[in-house]
């Protein structure tokens, strides 16, 4: 309740709720050190996006392609994408150690909306106007078809409660740097395509990826920086460097094959295991 001073016609507001909203106005502003590193997410994908632009597309559009400058500009933006990673890696790792702000959830949504979900969409449609054998539409759809699938899993990863220590469907990262691979394999068009779906499927399935904790998430920025240094050899054209980056993006796409079976090889295990601890139970 506000009190009028007759005298001095001033408004007094009581000390409880002039501390109330003291207390509530900055906490739903005030950013953390978790929410920076998701800014720093956010930021590294709209510059990817950029790169692709600059470096790959327009230089095709206006005919003026140099395939080292192509290369560097496309290197950069999947080492964006890499970096993007590490920010959401660590943002989550920090946002348990120390505190969150009330916008940290969100926030991580929208930036990794960006980064990997728009950021690779865009580089596969980049990649069906430059490609030689390459369809432009069929691309475009491809590329829908990833940002849906990520903008799927974000909501359903926001609304349902799973079990510690798994995600629920490939995580959108490691979804959008197998999505990067493929592409860089250079594989023949429709393979690539079929590829680019599956991976858009894997997000939105319900099997089983283990969270990125403790050996798993060290094992995790040691791939990471790996591909960084290979996209790198591959950019400046070291010695070898292409037949390590296809080497690379090929174990990637192993990985975003062979862990879903793993994955679900465990659940028939624990499945056939509790059939039998129940028949033992029903045996007299």
């Given at each position: 309740?506000?009190?009028i001073d007759?005298d ?8 409880a ?24 997410n ?14 790959v ?22 080492i ?10 660590f ?5 348990r ?19 990997f979900?728009?950021?690779?969409a ?7 106007m430059?490609a ?10 491809a590329a ?15 609304c349902?409660?799973l ?6 469907g ?11 691979s493929?592409?860089?394999?250079e ?16 997000m ?15 094992a995790m ?29 090929a174990?990637?796409v192993?990985?975003g ?5 793993f ?15 129940a028949?033992?139970a029903?045996?007299?």
């Open positions: 309740m506000t009190v007759q001095t016609q001033a408004s007094w507001v009581p000390e709720e002039a501390a109330e909203d003291e207390v509530d106005m900055p906490l739903s502003t005030r950013l953390s050190i978790a929410d920076t590193l998701t800014l720093g956010a930021i590294c994908g709209f510059m990817a996006v950029y790169f692709t632009t600059t470096g597309l327009i230089p095709h559009l206006t005919g003026n392609e140099d395939g080292g400058m192509a290369r560097h500009s496309a290197a950069t933006a999947v964006l994408m890499l970096l993007a990673s590490v920010f959401d890696l943002d989550g790792l920090v946002a150690k120390l505190r969150s702000s009330a916008m940290g959830a969100e926030l991580d949504n929208l930036s990794d909306l960006i980064s979900g728009l950021a690779p865009y580089f596969v449609v980049v990649w069906g430059v030689d054998d390459a369809h432009q539409r069929v691309s475009a759809v829908v078809v990833v940002l849906l699938a990520v903008v799927l899993r974000l909501a359903r990863f926001s349902v409660q079990r510690d220590g798994i995600f629920q490939m995580p959108s990262p490691f979804g959008a740097l197998t999505v990067v493929i592409v860089l394999l594989l023949p068009f429709v393979p690539t395509l079929l590829a680019i779906v599956g991976v858009a499927w894997l939105v399935s319900r099997v089983e990826y283990p969270k990125p904790r403790g050996r798993l998430a060290v920025l040691s791939w990471i920086v790996l591909s960084m240094g290979l996209l790198a050899a591959w950019a400046f054209d070291a010695p070898g460097g292409e037949l390590l980056l296809q080497t690379g993006c174990l990637q192993v990985l094959a062979v862990i879903p079976l994955a679900t090889a465990r659940r028939v295990n624990t499945f056939r295991d509790n059939r039998r601890e028949r033992a029903q045996l007299p």
